[in-house]
């Protein structure tokens, strides 16, 4: 996604969730059964993607040790520039067989223009409709067709909290929102911000905060707001999205809500912004963030090494009885649409529960299959982060990273700065960001 690799570009230590999917090798359409032209069986099959480090080299070797099984040759092309390169290789003639997209809104594009295979033809569609989250499959869907999927998946609707502190303080996980904001209260009247929270992230500062408003939409106006926010048929400056914002206030624009103050989130690394609940005498009691603080890097090491006695989670409280999550992923799909290795390849990687076993390791990667085995993850933080998005009543992909680039991560991240910091006020942010959107 947009967000995750410019956060990565900033110093953020592993947000890139990675893919993750299989499927036993045969199990997609019969050879040549759906799209047209002669059906071909190439050697060697080309994958293309964005992730890097400890993620690429662990799917290297969950690929390579499958691929080798089928006697099948796999060409790795790792690329830090995937937006631009994808787009001037198709362009070119020269396509990857296969191509994993960290963002939905290329895919859908090249999809419209015809350079993208219907899933259908790839792999078994209605079981892997069955075995990932509901609505994930969505943000590859154009005209009711599905071109995309889930490679690896990450939840962003994630309260955290130092375990023995919060429980030695007799306070207890809200249900509720209302729930959440007595809490709040309750944190405060003991004489301590309820909260930590940061924003910075180099170039990419800002975008901490439009996942809370994401996931506040959700929460509060449904998926069909949301999804038509996100395409841009309901503005900013709506009465549906301002009530994202008011929850927005209310828990983090309160007075002494936020550790530091709020006005100062913008200059707070998001990467370490929950560390200073893990001191001897805590600073705050409750974080929100990706699931991606349970990788090295984010807590101190000594919270890392005892996650799970340490770090305590729960999901964002419902506002009006459903649990939705926001998330994100990698979406892995077919440019060679006819060929019978570059199926198997697919399926492999969208479909099979077997698939994931090194990358699972690096606490970095979670599976979009509810048939992953749980008892894989490394602790059971990650394995409750998944229970619960398994559990959540609609999965719904960063609006953010699905909206063009000059709003999700132009307007809408300068906005949520200049508004968080007090530089501009919500009817000059919302309005502010609207104008920004493209009229064609």
Not at 324 to 347: E, R
Not at 367 to 390: A, T
């Amino acid at each position: 996604m947009r967000k995750k690799s410019l956060a990565l570009i900033a110093g953020l230590a592993a947000s890139s969730l990675l893919l993750t999917g299989c499927l036993s090798g045969g199990g997609g359409p019969e050879p040549g059964a759906t799209e047209t032209g002669p059906a071909t069986a190439k050697d060697t099959i080309q994958v293309m993607y964005a992730f890097s480090g400890d993620q690429s080299t662990a799917f290297q070797k969950d690929m390579t040790t499958w691929a080798d099984s089928q006697g099948i040759k796999l060409d790795f092309i790792q690329s830090n520039e995937f937006e631009v390169q994808i787009t001037a290789k198709i362009q070119s003639g020269n396509a990857p067989d296969i191509a994993i997209f960290p963002q939905p809104g290329i895919l859908r594009q090249l999809a419209k223009d015809g350079q993208v295979a219907d899933l259908s033809t790839q792999v078994d569609l209605p079981k892997l409709q069955a075995d990932v989250v509901p609505g994930f499959l969505d943000a590859a869907t154009v005209d009711g067709k599905t071109y995309g999927a889930p490679m690896a998946m990450n939840g962003k609707s994630f309260y955290w909290y130092n375990k023995p502190a919060f429980e030695a303080k007799g306070y207890t996980v809200p249900a509720t929102h209302a729930e959440l904001l007595t809490l709040l209260d309750k944190i405060k009247a003991d004489g301590t911000a309820p909260l930590c929270y940061g924003m910075e992230s180099g170039s990419a500062t800002g975008w901490p905060a439009t996942d809370w408003i994401e996931d506040y939409v959700l929460q509060t106006s449904g998926t069909e707001v949301y999804d038509k926010w996100v395409a841009g048929e309901i503005k900013f400056d709506s009465p549906e999205i301002r009530k994202a914002f008011d929850v927005y206030n209310q828990v983090l624009m309160t007075d002494g809500n936020v550790f530091g103050g709020i006005k100062n989130a913008p200059s707070n690394a998001f990467a370490q912004a929950l560390n200073p609940m893990f001191e001897k005498t805590p600073k705050c009691y409750l974080g929100k963030q990706g699931n991606f603080v349970t990788q090295k890097g984010f807590f101190p090491d000594d919270v890392f090494a005892k996650l799970d006695t340490q770090v305590g989670m729960f999901m964002t409280p419902t506002v009006n009885g459903e649990h939705p999550v926001l998330g994100g992923g990698d979406l892995a799909a077919a440019l060679n649409k006819n060929d019978t290795n570059v199926k198997k390849v697919l399926s492999f990687m969208t479909s099979d529960p077997t698939f994931g076993e090194n990358q699972v390791k690096t606490g970095a990667w979670l599976s979009p299959l509810k048939s992953f085995p749980l008892d894989k993850y490394p602790n059971k933080v990650l394995q409750d982060v998944v229970k619960s998005i398994q559990s959540a009543s609609v999965f719904r992909f960063d609006g953010s990273d699905q909206m063009p680039g000059v709003v999700g991560s132009g307007a809408f991240w300068t906005g949520m700065v200049n508004y968080t910091s007090g530089r501009s006020t919500l009817d000059e942010t919302l309005k502010g960001i609207d104008a920004k959107w493209p009229t064609e």
